[in-house]
């Protein structure tokens, strides 16, 4: 199975579709995402944008979910920035916290407030 998401025109992902297998190989058994997005835009109108996605990330950095952002530059899928103070990592196109949260075996939440981690009791 493949992962395609459907992008709206500024590049946010507003579905996600799941392609078999068969309906994006070539001739030789090749998985090409082109025929992917023909297939798609087959049954969703020719003037509709997809970009393949993948659960392990080795398509576009992170698996694309519903108010992703496709980045171009980047070719990948970026989530929505969760809090202010965060910051994108350019490697892995993810969000983290300005400060690594404690690694003392306890369950913590982010508090933007104080832009600190709180351990949660």
């Not at 392609?19 to 190989?25: A, S």
Request: with cysteine.
């Amino acid at each position: 199975m493949a992962h395609f998401a459907k992008l709206n025109s500024e590049n946010i992902v507003i579905h996600v579709s799941v392609v078999d297998n068969w309906n994006t190989v070539d001739g030789s058994g090749n998985e090409l995402e082109e025929i992917g997005v023909a297939y798609l835009k087959s049954i969703h109108g020719a003037d509709t944008n997809w970009k393949q996605t993948s659960y392990n990330g080795n398509i576009r950095k992170n698996y694309a979910g519903i108010e992703y952002t496709y980045d171009e530059q980047r070719d990948a899928f970026i989530a929505p920035k969760p809090y202010a103070s965060w910051v994108l990592n350019e490697t892995t196109c993810r969000y983290e916290a300005p400060i690594d949260e404690p690694d003392d075996g306890k369950f913590h939440i982010w508090n933007e407030e104080t832009t600190s981690w709180v351990t949660v009791e």
